[in-house]
């Protein structure tokens, strides 16, 4: 027997077929192995004409038209778990965070990643693990068309399901706590509270509950299917109600700010009303099914089983949209940034000489402070309050710092491609338009901001100098500060990358602080705070309170970069580490007052427009790293998927080549307007 090859086993599906033997509903042993040997016919494999997915459902489903066994046998399988098993727990957790908190969940699922739960094989949700047991089956399964799933479950009949009494008793129960569920988060003060007035008396999340009740009590006495069906229509009225509860506080968010508890409890309100409409489409006995609706729970089931222990997975969708509050608050901030019109072009521009202006004395009192030599926090620590105190100067005399604006203009561009905002597929032209309008903004904030910084750092040395008799730096600290800007010798251009994550996470900061703001209702408490009331006159502290609501975020915003900027070179100092920021327009100082330092007489030419390009290269890292993360965060914050727009890349290019210009200048004529 040694040199035989050993035969395969057939599995069940071959076995039944050769027998010709139909399933009985009540093995469901043995129809759970028919389904996992069905569905491992479609799960792509290293075997020629296995690799897709869709061809192998595909296949599979021409098999099911050709062959009335092998339909019978999957229709059997499929009852046999339905109605044998609690499906309760796959409807109403599967997929839905359990916890009421945001950080319980957390725990729950940090524990359950080390140790999983046990799973009871009387439970439907074993059935899932048993057929879909790779971590991975979740990517097939979407890869999948929507249309050959839809195709698939309506050949086998799975509607079928809500006729069975057994079936209907579990999904009447699964409908009832998701029901209740509903109803308790409405009454939860972050929900109840932010509802319209009329909403708050009539709460239509509290209402759908007593529907659900009275559609339990015609479906128990046997009900005309008519009545039942008027009902359900009723119920699927106030969902939608619901869903408008849900919408109308994500939508007043931009105004009123957002919790991530808050937004917690949106998704699981979301989760639940999702399954309740579900349930609704099966027991309405209207004999109409949406296949589809259901397909998209399924796929949303194998996908959540795969990852329901997933930490990253949780975190992200628990903290997506406060992400997208965030950002939307950017996104307001930076239509400022972004002209259109030659006028407000030129006002750009006069604005980034106001804030080079500002820049001209932080550079000076930088470098008057580092011939201090104080010890290295303490050095830092007064770097950071002159950058503070220079920012912050810069946003309240509505001067504009061009490093500041691609944090801002991300959020803005990427809310142009959101569809939460429109149904309607973007218009990729006017996108493009939007870029190159961003573009020439940025040029000109640039633009202004050097225009400004080196003749006017030039002339403060000179003043300086005139004043004391001293040069601010001279000899080889003057030589020091033209070196640090070289692009090859120095780490110039790297630690410009530093300045440029230091730039997003200060917009980062403006944002959330400006959402919780909103969110806390700082403003209302302030006025109407029993000791402020009798410190100030009503309007003196009316005014007091406006200010801090539009103020505040962008003020601590510009104090954490003033601080990020400051500290950086102490952390050098500290630990040894090869760490620092450069930012363009303090660059552009210091090179003012090294050249001023040292003499432009006594600079080779050739060393000196390397520096100068040194510090357009530290201007453009700066740019580019800030507006890549802001964007990467606002377009992941909204679901966007960039491969739905892979055209965009080409309109944009075609629109560069046809008009350039438009990236650095607007147009003159009206004739040559763009497209809004």
């Not at 030129?346 to 106001?354: E, I, L």
């Not at 000076?364 to 105190?389: E, R, T």
């Not at 377009?635 to 960039?642: L, P």
Request: hydrophobic share 45%; glycine share 6%; with cysteine.
């Amino acid at each position: 027997m040694l040199g035989l090859r050993k035969t395969k086993k057939p599995d069940i599906i071959e076995e039944l077929t050769a027998k010709e033997q139909v399933l009985s509903v009540a093995d469901r042993r043995r129809g759970l192995d028919f389904l996992v040997a069905f569905f491992s016919r479609i799960r792509p494999g290293s075997k020629k004409g296995m690799q897709n997915a869709s061809l192998n459902l595909q296949r599979e489903l021409s098999f099911l038209y050709q062959d009335s066994l092998l339909l019978k046998n999957l229709q059997h399988a499929f009852l046999a778990q339905l109605i044998n098993t609690n499906l309760t727990s796959v409807i109403t957790e599967s997929g839905i965070p359990l916890s009421r908190n945001f950080w319980q969940e957390f725990s729950a699922r940090l524990k359950h990643k080390f140790l999983p739960p046990l799973l009871d094989e009387n439970d439907f949700l074993y059935v899932v693990h048993r057929i879909f047991f790779r971590k991975t089956d979740f990517e097939w399964v979407e890869t999948i068309p929507r249309e050959t799933w839809i195709d698939f479950f309506e050949r086998i009949g799975f509607s079928f399901r809500a006729t069975d009494p057994r079936v209907q008793k579990q999904l009447l129960q699964s409908l009832k706590i998701l029901s209740f569920q509903v109803a308790q988060l409405g009454l939860e003060k972050e929900i109840a509270n932010y509802l319209k007035k009329e909403q708050q008396q009539q709460n239509p999340l509290v209402l759908q509950s007593y529907l659900v009740r009275d559609l339990e009590q015609l479906l128990e006495i046997g009900a005309e299917s008519h009545d039942v069906s008027s009902l359900s229509a009723s119920i699927k009225v106030v969902v939608a109600q619901c869903y408008n509860c849900i919408s109308f506080i994500r939508e007043g968010h931009t105004v009123r700010g957002a919790s991530l508890n808050q937004t917690y409890l949106l998704i699981l309100l979301a989760n639940r009303l999702q399954r309740m409409e579900i349930l609704l489409d099966i027991l309405d006995l209207d004999h109409h099914f949406d296949t589809g609706r259901f397909v998209d729970f399924f796929r949303l089931i194998v996908r959540n089983e795969n990852r329901k222990n997933s930490i990253r997975e949780f975190v992200s969708q628990g903290t997506g949209y406060l992400a997208y509050q965030i950002a939307e608050h950017k996104g307001q901030k930076g239509g400022k940034y972004i002209t259109s019109t030659r006028a407000e072009y030129w006002s750009m521009m006069w604005g980034a000489m106001s804030g080079g202006a500002i820049i001209c004395f932080v550079a000076v009192i930088k470098n008057l402070l580092a011939v201090l030599h104080a010890p290295p926090f303490w050095q830092g620590f007064m770097y950071s309050v002159n950058y503070s105190v220079g920012f912050v100067a810069i946003e309240e005399t509505h001067s504009t710092l061009a490093t500041k604006q691609p944090a801002f203009t991300a959020s803005a561009v990427a809310s142009s491609l959101d569809t939460r905002k429109s149904s309607q597929h973007p218009n990729l032209y006017n996108l493009a338009v939007t870029v190159a309008k961003v573009s020439r903004s940025q040029f000109a904030s640039f633009t202004g901001n050097l225009l400004i910084v080196f003749p006017g750092t030039f002339l403060l040395a000179w003043v300086y100098h005139w004043l004391t008799g001293s040069k601010i730096a001279e000899g080889e600290a003057a030589i020091n500060l033209l070196r640090d800007q070289h692009p090859w010798q120095s780490l110039s251009l790297l630690y410009a990358c530093n300045t440029g994550v230091f730039l997003f996470l200060s917009g980062i900061i403006a944002g959330y602080v400006q959402n919780k703001i909103q969110y806390s209702r700082i403003a209302e408490r302030m006025v109407r705070h029993p000791v402020l009331r009798v410190s100030f006159s009503g309007e003196r502290l009316q005014k007091i309170a406006q200010y801090i609501e539009s103020h505040a975020g962008a003020i601590i915003g510009n104090v954490a970069l003033g601080f990020f900027l400051g500290m950086s070179s102490s952390i050098q100092k500290i630990f040894g580490l090869p760490f620092d920021i450069r930012h363009i327009t303090i660059s552009a100082g210091n090179v003012a007052i090294g050249v001023y330092g040292v003499g432009i007489e006594n600079i080779n030419p050739v060393f000196l427009v390397t520096v100068i390009m040194g510090v357009l290269g530290i201007g453009f890292m700066n740019f580019i790293v800030s507006f890549a993360l802001a964007f990467g965060v606002a377009v992941k914050s909204r679901g966007i998927r960039f491969r739905e727009y892979k055209e965009f890349l080409g309109i944009l290019g075609r629109y560069f080549r046809k008009s350039p210009l438009d990236f650095i200048r607007p147009r003159k004529r009206l004739t040559e307007a763009e497209p809004a």
